[in-house]
């Protein structure tokens, strides 16, 4: 078996290369496959929060498109009220 000394502290320590070299692999998968459960993870949040996105971005279009017609309809309600006020006046006036 290869190996390498590492001197710490006036003991010298025998490290397996071997091993290490397992466990660097071990590690690596590990790592590797909780990439991958992040990244369907975040797929799918990313997703969840496009559709989200989506349905605000329709339902500002839609009241955007309501506030315009109201907006249209104002000209014609001061009119109408112009018009309520002056009958009220004229009927006031005649009492």
Known sequence: ???VVIPKGGVQ???DTERLVDLTLKTIVEFREEMR???VETRKTLAEH???LNVIE???ASLKADVGILLSSVPVMNERLDNLEAR???LEARS
């Open 58 to 60: 329709a339902t500002i």
């Open 50 to 52: 496009s559709h989200r």
């Open 88 to 90: 009220v006046a004229a």
């Open 1 to 3: 078996m290869g190996g």
């Open 37 to 39: 459960e992040f990244r």
């Open 13 to 15: 320590w025998r490290l």
